[in-house]
């Protein structure tokens, strides 16, 4: 069973399009984030939600809102796409907030994203 | 910034020699993690070290870190092709940091 599952694995869109990415973890973890890793593999956290409360928020257009309905999913929402935002995204949740002697981070395989 | 930067960004060597990773951080952290990423999928977690150890094994990996010099090292001895990857740490001061990676190829 896949631990950390993200969908759809790509996205290809148009600019000005919205769009979402779904991100759920059978871990039973507290602490879910997005991280966006660019062309030259800069992997940067974009949020972490703690119990489905947003804990960082770090200076994100507000054109993304994560939404977590559960501590079990974390989905990250996408206004009026632009051409910057073609990256590759990833979810990742540990069960602790920060790192931890038991708190490595778990990542999904990524949502290839390409606003044209 | 307080991303960890590692060094060299791409190595290639041959199977069964030892690749060594560099990794540099500008503040005080509280553990250091190494994560490797293969093509197309997410990365995945290797070996964590805390500010107050030295040195830690794995299997064929061995970390060090030097809180003094803000740096760290990751040695993969005898090299596989399958080890052929990115290798990323991540540094911890209350959230994760992650740096550029090192690709590291390991030819056959």
């Known amino acids: 069973d896949t631990a950390v599952s993200q969908t759809p694995k790509y996205l290809v869109t148009q600019m000005g399009n919205d769009k979402s990415i779904k991100c759920e973890q059978n871990l039973g973890h507290d602490t879910m984030y997005w991280y966006k890793q660019d062309s030259k593999k800069f992997l940067k956290i974009m949020f972490s939600y703690n119990n489905k409360e947003l804990i960082i928020n770090e200076t994100v257009p507000n054109r993304f809102s994560p939404k977590s309905p559960d501590k079990a999913h974390l989905n990250l929402h996408i206004n009026s796409l632009e051409l910057g935002d073609s990256a590759v995204y990833f979810c990742?949740?540990?069960?602790?907030?920060?790192?931890?002697?038991?708190?490595?981070?778990?990542f999904g395989n990524g949502t290839r994203l390409t606003v044209t | 910034s307080q991303q960890g930067e590692e060094d060299p960004q791409a190595l290639s060597i041959q199977e069964g020699e030892n690749a060594t990773m560099n990794c540099s951080y500008k503040t005080s952290i509280n553990n250091l993690q190494w994560y490797r990423q293969n093509s197309g999928r997410g990365l995945v977690h290797l070996i964590l070290i805390r500010s107050n150890e030295r040195e830690k094994h794995s299997g064929r990996l061995r970390v060090t870190l030097d809180t003094s010099k803000k740096s760290s090292s990751l040695l993969i001895t005898a090299s596989r092709a399958a080890d052929t990857a990115s290798y990323f740490c991540a540094t911890d001061v209350g959230q994760f940091y992650f740096g550029t990676g090192t690709s590291l190829t390991v030819i056959p």
């Open positions: 990742a949740s540990s069960q602790d907030l920060g790192m931890g002697v038991n708190s490595p981070l778990h």
